[in-house]
């Protein structure tokens, strides 16, 4: 990337580590022209499922939405706003994790038809 203080396009990347529990990559560069370092945070862009809704609708998944939502129920409790992004993201995560599972039973259904498929043509 080029570097922010001058506009160079070539900068070295001189460390590199993990950071946010292992879901980042934190990496430290420097300018080869002006010398100047920066941190750039690497991390993966999740693009969510669609939400089916109660009419059957269906509706990209919104965070700020849902944090409305939880910011409404949770109003009149005592909940700090450190357990509800921790709910929010572990919504996020089993929202993620539930559909992988369900691509991956309908391969695999579909895996079993074609190797019985199979079986039937060649035997
Ligand atoms: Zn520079």
Redesign the pocket.
Known sequence: MY?P????QE?KVVDSRLAGDGYQTRRRRE??????RFTTFESAELVLPKLIKRDESREPFNESKLRAGILVATEKRPISSESIEELISRIEIHHLQQTVALKFQSFRKKMNHESVTTKRTYV
């Open positions: 570097c203080f001058c506009g160079h900068t300018c080869i022209a002006c010398g100047e």
